[in-house]
């Protein structure tokens, strides 16, 4: 990108996020998000997901130091040349999927995922789903703890815990994957397209209640879940020369 004059500083609350917030504003400048090139964000993962969900709305691209744990979404933190890092930087686009629930109250719920949509059990019992894939029955019946589809930005976290795949971001493709697959037992899940609609029924609803989360938002006692890509929404994120987003997914897969 164009180098930037003007930045934007956010901060989790962890004191070494607030302490560099504090460092870096003094010597860079802070403006309102509104009036950025571009937007700082100082934390770990969560907070970097937080910020991209505050900014669905915006074009301003976002450039993450780790100040928290694993960072995986961030560049290394320093306090030098941070101008010139940026304006020299990658960037990675991204968009989110879209939740849409029905509960046992007919409630209809919406809510936007960056790294997955999951279903859980909610009891002891498991839950039983059926899956439709752009209408088509494709798993008349899934016994399991849980469910879930991940976008090639999420398929490094949760997804890749539950045994999905990891999906190269210019792969236009989704993870579903299953959560402790009960019946059947060695079904390992399914790439799909990123066009695809995806619709969860869920089965014995009194006996078996199922959750769904996008993200950081759960919506509990669903009867119905439909999951698709939001192509409207582009997400920038930006990452330092040699160190993009592309590059971390793929040697992530040859982590041992």
């Known amino acids: 990108m164009a180098a930037p004059t003007r930045l934007a500083f956010l901060a989790s609350d962890r004191p070494e996020a607030q302490a560099a917030l504090q460092v870096l504003a003094a010597r860079y400048g ?4 509104t009036e950025a090139d571009a937007v700082v964000a100082l934390g770990g993962d969560g907070f970097m997901l937080e910020t991209l969900h505050r900014r669905l709305a915006s074009q301003t691209p976002v450039y993450g130091m780790n100040r928290g744990s694993v960072g995986f979404l961030l560049n290394d933190f320093s306090e030098d040349n941070l ?3 940026i304006a020299t930087a990658e960037k990675a686009v991204i968009h989110p999927l879209v939740m849409r629930v029905g509960d046992i109250r007919g409630v209809t719920h919406e809510a936007l995922a960056i790294n997955e949509v999951s279903l859980f059990r909610q009891t002891f019992q498991s839950a039983k789903l059926r899956i439709r894939i752009d ?3 494709r ?6 703890d849980g469910v879930l589809i991940a976008t090639p930005a999420g398929s490094t976290a949760y997804n890749l815990s539950a045994h999905g795949p990891i999906i190269p971001l210019s792969g236009q493709v989704l993870a579903l994957t299953p959560i402790s697959a009960f019946r059947p037992r060695r079904w ?3 790439l799909l397209s990123h066009k695809a ?3 969860f029924e869920v089965l014995e609803t009194d006996k078996r209640p199922v959750s769904a989360v996008a993200d950081n938002v759960e919506v509990r ?3 119905e879940v439909n999951v698709s890509e939001d192509r409207s929404i582009s997400l920038s994120l930006l990452f330092d020369a040699g160190r993009s987003l592309e590059e971390r997914v793929l040697s992530e897969q040859f982590a041992v």
């Open 221 to 223: 006692d669903v009867v």
């Open 197 to 199: 609609q995806v619709t």
């Open 139 to 144: 798993m008349a019946e899934l016994i399991c």
């Open 30 to 33: 802070d403006v309102p998000e």
């Open 83 to 85: 101008l010139e890092r």
């Open 135 to 137: 209408g088509t029955v």
């Open 188 to 190: 390992r899940g399914a």
